[in-house]
């Protein structure tokens, strides 16, 4: 079975700390591997997407990884602020073009306090 | 500015009585999705439209309808054969080919009462 798995479920850091979120995926074929950021009561935004062949991709004071051959990911928060308080969401695309089957994880609830 | 808007922002429903979701794009995409989010789930997938006047079921369709008149609208109607309607509705709009960013609205919070 596709799943998505994610951990911590949650989890609260200081303002101005690093942390990093994992996710792991037994999803196969495997195409693509995307992370979004989910405030409260908002849509989901993109951070990342990376492609089977992509070990790194940043986007700011966010980095994702990608093992392939591990199945794990994950997404390192750097010098962490107020506004990174959010729901971090993993998620698999087993076909590339193909967003009608995206896997999504459950995501990590990040708590960051001052 | 371009978007993807979901209006309204909160919405209440009686049992029994139909509802639609508005979403308009102004992004010039093609595809466009209808997700259902609950509370310790991953986001659902309801239906999808890959170009004007075509669309298809996703994974949780039933009690829900769409319809795809114009390539910048793609309204979500909860039925009255939905059994569980009270939710978080996310619609999303991506272009087609290649492997595409998806854009999300903000959400419209349903709730039966």
């Known amino acids: 079975k596709n799943q998505v798995e994610q951990s911590p479920q949650s989890l609260i850091i200081l303002e101005g700390k690093n942390c990093t979120l994992q996710?792991?995926?037994?999803?196969?074929?495997?195409?693509?591997l995307r992370w979004y950021k989910q405030d409260t009561g908002r849509g989901p935004v993109s951070l990342t997407i990376?492609?089977?062949s992509e070990n790194t991709k940043s986007n700011g004071r966010y980095t994702a990884t990608l093992d392939a051959d591990t199945k794990q990911s994950s997404l390192h928060i750097t010098a962490s602020q107020l506004s990174d308080s959010a729901s971090y969401i993993c998620?698999?695309?087993?076909?590339?073009?193909?967003?009608?089957?995206?896997?999504w994880g459950l995501g990590t609830s990040l708590a960051v306090n001052p | 500015d371009g978007g993807i808007t979901q209006s309204p922002k909160y919405l209440f429903r009686k049992e029994g009585q139909n509802v639609t979701l508005s979403c308009e794009q102004n992004?010039?995409?093609?595809?466009m999705y209808w997700y259902r989010q609950d509370p310790g789930q991953g986001l659902r997938l309801i239906y999808y439209?890959?170009?004007?006047?075509?669309?298809q079921k996703g994974d949780i369709a039933e009690g829900y309808s769409v319809s795809r008149e114009k390539k910048e609208s793609f309204p979500l109607t909860v039925t009255s054969a939905q059994k569980n309607p009270t939710a978080f509705y996310l619609c999303?709009?991506?272009?087609?080919?290649?492997?595409?960013?998806?854009?999300f609205g903000q959400g419209t919070r349903l709730t039966v009462v």
């Open positions: 996710c792991n995926y037994t999803v196969s074929p495997f195409s693509n």
């Open positions: 999303a709009s991506t272009p087609t080919g290649g492997m595409a960013e998806a854009f």
């Open positions: 439209s890959q170009i004007v006047n075509d669309f």
């Open positions: 998620v698999v695309g087993p076909n590339a073009g193909n967003n009608r089957k995206l896997i």
């Open positions: 990376m492609t089977f």
């Open positions: 992004l010039n995409h093609d595809a």
